[in-house]
């Protein structure tokens, strides 16, 4: 097998283990320390597992939590975009250096606005 194959299986089987072991919404319901130390102290005692098990288990979840955070904040954006669009009947929008300009398929230029820059 090559060995980017192997590395994926390990990888997968890696990633098996520590949800097999401290599934998420079994560690959703623990109440954590503050401090990380104690946390992954916690996990390990809670969940009979090395510390080391614990503590990547601990980053795998932080990982996920993040991965959520981000998804909810882009869906969020281009929501606030669709909104945005829907309200003054644009289509699309282009940009130059000086404006933006809010376009609709059958009425063309619908708005236009100043691109602001920080200085």
């Given amino acids: 097998m090559p060995d980017d194959y192997i590395f994926y299986q390990e990888e997968k ?20 320390p503050q401090y990380r130390t104690k946390a992954i102290e916690v996990i390990a005692e809670t969940f ?4 080391e098990f614990a503590k990547k288990r601990l980053e795998k979840h932080e990982q996920q939590l993040l991965g959520t955070q981000y998804s909810l904040h882009i869906k969020s954006q281009f929501e606030a975009v669709k909104q945005f669009k829907k309200n003054i009947g644009c289509d699309y929008i282009l940009k130059d250096k000086k404006k933006t300009y809010f376009m609709n398929n059958n ?6 606005i100043e691109n602001w820059r920080a200085e």
């Fill in 13 to 32: 089987a890696d990633n098996f283990a520590l949800h097999f072991c401290v599934p998420t919404f079994m560690l959703e319901r623990i109440d954590l």
């Fill in 48 to 51: 009979h597992v090395t510390f």
């Fill in 107 to 112: 009425k063309g230029l619908v708005g236009t």
